[in-house]
């Protein structure tokens, strides 16, 4: 007497888990510098008002006058970001001695193009620089220009021989 038995190998099923969208699932923990969204047109960052304790009113009116002015924490809609309570920048977003700031994008790429203008006349100061000391001081300076750039280090890979 031979019995037919159900044999799993034959059935078929789908993979459930392959049809489901999956929502994304990787978790990292909340930064304390996390920042709303900058508004339409502006760029922000993170200055500091105080460190180790101590107010630095100088760092932060030296941005001020660079063009940073302090976000008020009411053009902000999410309320889970800090607010400012107290003090000279109540009303403005704000955390652990760091005051979020803005300014418009064009005057952030007029600055970051001022900055980049600055540091190659630097640059191609130097050899100049170099020429004249070996001239005042007798002695040759050798110059060699490279260039060289990189993302990071690279991985080494062990192999298994």
Known sequence: MTEKRN???EETRSNKRAEEARPDA???????????EPRTGMVQRWIATSIQGKENPDNVYKR???????????TVKDKRYPT???GQWTG?????????????EERFKSMKDYMHNRNVEQNQ??????????????IPIQQT???TTS?????SVMTDD
Do not use: F, Y
Request: hydrophobic share 40%.
């Open 125 to 138: 100061s130097i050899p100049g620089e170099l020429d004249a000391m070996a001239r005042s001081g007798g």
């Open 145 to 147: 220009r490279e260039s």
């Open 151 to 155: 993302r990071g280090r690279d991985v």
């Open 92 to 104: 403005s977003v704000g955390i652990e001695g760091m005051i979020l700031c803005e300014m418009p």
């Open 84 to 86: 400012i309570n107290h």
């Open 26 to 36: 990787a978790w990292k923990p909340p930064s304390l510098l996390d920042a709303p």
């Open 64 to 74: 001020m006058r660079a063009g940073w002015n302090p976000r008020p924490a009411d």
């Open 7 to 9: 044999v799993r190998a």
